[in-house]
């Protein structure tokens, strides 16, 4: 009895077309989503100096005179070096992140070797 090579489904055009869209939407928005939701981004703060000088905002001679070069005061410069971006975050959210990526890999793994398995059994079970 001669075995024949598994012959996988044959996708059309536009099925690839439609899962290509499809997955670029799904990339899109999981970008985007947690922005415009607030859930990403903890913002900026802004030290306050008035009558800022270099030395006030932490600038050494070289690096005034870099910044004189570019066309810079330090009044003009203050906002560009005294603005921070916040990196504080929540541990719950972080919690639940992990919790749903690991997640996600489980169940791929798992169905995956559910596939593995059901390909195997196809070519090898007679």
Do not use: C
Not at 35 to 47: E, I, M, N, S
């Amino acid at each position: 009895m001669a075995k024949t090579p598994y012959q996988p489904p044959q996708q059309s055009k536009f099925g690839q077309f439609v899962d290509s869209l499809f997955l670029l939407v799904l990339v899109l928005a999981a970008l985007f989503l947690p922005v415009y939701f607030g859930l990403a981004g903890g913002g900026k703060t802004t030290l306050n100096l008035p009558d800022a000088t270099w030395a006030d905002l932490g600038q050494n001679a070289t690096m005034a005179q870099q910044w004189e070069k570019l066309g810079y005061t330090p009044q003009t410069a203050h906002e560009l070096i005294a603005t921070r971006f916040d990196y504080s975050f929540s541990l719950p959210a972080l919690l639940i992140t992990a919790f749903v990526v690991i997640a996600y890999f489980v169940l791929v793994f798992r169905w995956s070797a559910k596939e593995y398995k059901d390909v195997i059994a196809e070519r090898f079970d007679r």
